[in-house]
């Protein structure tokens, strides 16, 4: 369970982290080819590690879990998800209240098995959803109207993409950003972890807050905590009137 191998995927972490700072703290001569050699066979290897690590935790550690950190779809794609799964939803008893949760995960649901998406279901589902018990909705389904809800969505998950015309190779339209961001909230044991870098979550915006009250500040400042879609950063070029072909660069 994830549970379990909480722990092992964190001391292996840990360790590897050892090995990186080991690497390069050691005694190498680096005009020697046999030491440089050896030094990039180690770093080499700790690359390789490092990513049967991540593909550990998001295959074995997370599972289809992993569609909960993913960008909620918006725009087109949601639309069409949407217009897709309603009838199926309305026709098995699921109040509209209740159905965010299952949107977003259809979106993510491409290349989960089907097993691992009724086990991800049944969680979702079993404690009744914010809002779902004025609805009067216990949050149970069953196991016939479960099997019925994962087949669709499997054929929802294919939606993404086809309902987004810029989402085209080589189309770079600001519109493309049909994902909301991902906001990280981690605690200390899982903060030095990099969960940008799990496979799915590599083409994901994702960003570090170190709070939920430093989020809904952010929120309730500005209505936006990481800026809107397509906009790029802000440089402050050459404050001090000293780089000037650093500014020229930028510029």
């Not at 879990?65 to 199926?88: C, D, S, V, Y």
């Not at 097993?115 to 149970?140: H, K, T």
């Not at 339209?173 to 044991?189: A, N, Q, T």
């Amino acid at each position: 369970s994830a549970s379990d191998s909480s722990p092992r995927f964190l001391d292996k972490f840990a360790n590897l982290l050892h090995r990186s700072k080991s690497s390069m703290k050691g005694t190498w001569d680096y005009d020697d080819r046999e030491h440089k050699v050896k030094w990039w066979q180690a770093r080499i290897g700790i690359d390789h590690d490092l990513s049967q690590l991540l593909e550990h935790v998001q295959k074995d550690v997370l599972g289809p879990f992993i569609t909960l950190l993913q960008g909620e779809i918006r725009g087109p794609t949601l639309e069409a998800i949407r217009k897709h799964l309603n009838p199926t939803l309305e026709n098995i008893g699921v109040p509209v209240s209740s159905r965010s949760s299952i949107y977003h995960i259809a979106a993510h649901a491409r290349g989960h098995s089907e097993q691992s998406l009724l086990g991800l279901l049944s969680q979702v589902l079993s404690p009744p959803s914010l809002g779902a018990e004025r609805d009067g909705y216990n949050g149970l389904l069953c196991a016939e109207d479960l099997e019925v809800l994962v087949e669709r969505m499997q054929s929802a998950s294919d939606l993404v993409g086809e309902s987004e015309p810029w989402a085209e190779e080589g189309n770079n339209s600001d519109e493309g950003h049909f994902k909301h961001p991902v906001l990280l909230v981690l605690d200390g044991e899982s903060q030095p972890f990099p969960w940008e870098s799990l496979p799915l979550l590599n083409p994901q915006e994702c960003y570090r807050i170190p709070s939920l009250s430093y989020l809904h500040s952010l929120v309730r400042r500005s209505g936006d905590p990481v800026g809107r879609p397509g906009v790029g950063p802000y440089f402050i070029l050459n404050p001090g009137g000293d780089l000037l072909n650093t500014q020229h660069c930028f510029e």
